[in-house]
Structures are given as C-alpha cells and as structure tokens.
C-alpha cells in the first residue's frame, strides 16, 4: 500500500463544540474504517488538517470534506506520497490551536492563503514532537 497525505485548510461555518464534536465523531468513524490517520489542528477561525493512508481513501476523505457544509474556503496545502505515517496511533487527533500557530488577526489577514507547504507540515510535526496528545483517540 502506499501512504498519501493530504493537509488542508478551511474556515469553520457554525463553529461551535457541538460541531466540532459532530466532525471529530465523523471523522474518526470514517477514518478507522477507511484505515486514515491524521490530526485536526482548529478553533473558530480556523481548521488546519493532516490526513494521512491509503492515497484512493485519503482523496475520497478530502472530497467529502469539501462537500461538508460546516467547512468553507477549503484549500489544499499538500498532496504527496508520504515514507511513514506520522500520526499512526490517532484516528483523528484533535489539538484546539495553541498559540504556536497563526494568531486570529493573521487568519483574518489570509495568512492560510499565503503559507507554504513546509509551515503547515512544520504545525503538524511540531504537535507531534511536543506531544500535545494525552493518547491515541
């Protein structure tokens, strides 16, 4: 099998806990069946998403988020093969968007339109190094 990632960012519609609930829910069911693993950095101004396995599964996910009507101005970072899994023990970790990444007022001034591939992959592995999960979810 080869492993395909994509990372994604997209502005929230509604956003609220109950939302956020309701995509993580979604997003794990549909992940463990489909065999994806990632990371979901976001809070109301923003989602920043990792998705990571099989390529055919990882763009169907993405097609169905870009469809998913609590998700607006969709906008994909990276598409690539990837060596290994990064976030292999997580269905769908979710991190509510420390400071470490873009403030609110860089969001507003398109900070996500202007970004590098290698800066949302640097939030992504830096979640990961810093061990900001408590466990696999």
């Known amino acids: 099998m080869t492993l395909f990632r994509a990372v994604y960012t997209s502005r929230p519609f509604g956003f609220d806990t109950a939302i956020l609930n309701g995509i993580l829910l979604d997003a794990r069911r549909a992940n463990t069946r489909d065999g994806i693993t990632g ?41 690539e093969p990837l060596d290994a899994r990064v976030f292999g023990d997580w269905a769908m970790l979710h991190d509510p968007a420390a400071t470490w990444i873009w403030t609110q007022r860089e969001v507003a001034d398109g900070a996500a339109e202007r970004t590098t591939p290698e800066e949302v992959t640097g939030f992504f592995l830096r979640l990961r190094d810093r061990g900001q999960a408590s466990g696999p979810v």
Do not use: M, N, S, T
């Not at 976001?42 to 998403?49: K, M, S, T, V």
């Open 39 to 79: 990371a979901l950095i976001c809070r109301g101004d923003i989602y920043l998403q990792w998705l990571e396995g099989p390529e055919e599964k990882v763009r169907a996910a993405f097609a169905r988020i870009r469809r998913d009507d609590r998700h607006v101005e969709v906008r994909l970072h990276v598409a």
